[in-house]
T-cell receptor, first 115, second 110 residues
């Protein structure tokens, strides 16, 4: 019984293509996140949704568009893929508590390679 | 300059050694400090969580925060090969956004 799952696990594609990554959590959490981890292991937040509402939108190219159809799902669509988009993308979820950060539960990651 | 600085290593120590991992930060508004452990090809998982300055101990792990120096540490006692992983510090001003360090890759040799 996986808590946070992502599909696909690996994605290899050509420059210029459009691709999507899906994330689902069965923890009943209200908040979900997308992170990008580059080749140097630097983990950086991209987006966060709370109950389907966008609450964090970092400086990310507008080729990246998140979508949350319901609070258990958060998908990431990437248009016109570039070489620099190659990274591991992690989805995470948490149950917010008032004013303090709560533990974030991460998925297994999607390793994206753009050729 | 990054908000959170962490030596990426790699760090390699013999089994049973005491390991010290550290992060420095520049944003004095950070109040919440975490350590996440990430095994190879897996997502990070929370290891330790502290608020403001002070120490917190959990088994073989001790987290220390020195807000006056903007410096946090994670100590691992009696290190085991199963502790081999990348350790990421993370910190936050408030409820939502975590800022992560680069992670230190640690190997414990049997």
């Amino acid at each position: 019984d996986t808590a946070v799952s992502q599909t696909p696990k690996y994605l290899v594609t050509q420059m210029g293509n459009d691709k999507s990554i899906k994330c689902e959590q069965n923890l009943g959490h209200d908040t979900m996140y997308w992170y990008k981890q580059d080749s140097k292991k630097f983990l950086k937040i991209m987006f966060s949704y709370n109950n389907k509402e966008l609450i964090i939108n970092e400086t990310v190219p507008n080729r990246f568009s998140p979508k949350s159809p319901d609070k258990a799902h958060l998908n990431l669509h990437i248009n016109s893929l570039e070489l620099g988009d190659s990274a591991v993308y992690f989805c995470a979820s948490s149950q917010p508590t008032s004013g303090v950060p709560s533990e974030q539960f991460f998925g297994p990651g999607t390793r994206l390679t753009v050729l | 300059q990054k908000e959170v600085e962490q030596d990426p290593g790699p760090l390699s120590v013999p089994e049973g050694a005491i390991v010290s991992l550290n992060c420095t930060y520049s944003n004095s508004a950070f109040q919440y400090f975490m350590w996440y452990r990430q095994y190879s090809r897996k997502g990070p998982e929370l290891l330790m969580y502290t608020y403001s300055s002070g120490n917190k101990e959990d088994g073989r792990f001790t987290a220390q925060v020195d807000k006056s120096s903007k410096y946090i540490s994670l100590f691992i006692r009696d290190s085991q090969p199963s502790d081999s992983a990348t350790y990421l510090c993370a910190m936050s001003q408030g409820a939502q956004k975590l800022v992560f360090g680069q992670g230190t890759r640690l190997t414990i040799n049997p």
